[in-house]
């Protein structure tokens, strides 16, 4: 059995990012950033290429930092 499946190893270990045809130094959307953290940089496709979830993601982040600053303001004033 013969298969044309020739990918160098340097390419198969390591994260996406630092692979010579990863984006060619394109902007990745929020979807991309988002699976590239979730995944450790090993895949830029992990969530897909529709964006809301990439949204989603972000705007749970900001509410979560709102959120905590809120929290402390108002115990930090209570003594």
């Given at each position: 059995m013969k298969t044309d499946?020739?990918?160098p190893k340097k390419d198969l270990i390591?994260?996406?990012v630092f692979r010579p045809n990863f984006?060619?130094?394109a902007t990745i959307n929020v979807?991309?950033?988002w699976s590239l953290f979730f995944s450790a940089g090993q895949d830029d496709k992990?969530?897909?290429e529709e964006t809301e979830l990439?949204?989603?993601f972000t705007n749970l982040l900001i509410a979560v930092g709102v959120t905590g600053t809120l929290w402390a303001i108002y115990?930090?004033?209570l003594g």
């Open positions: 499946f020739d990918f390591g994260p996406v984006n060619n130094f979807n991309q950033a992990v969530l897909g990439g949204k989603f115990f930090s004033n």
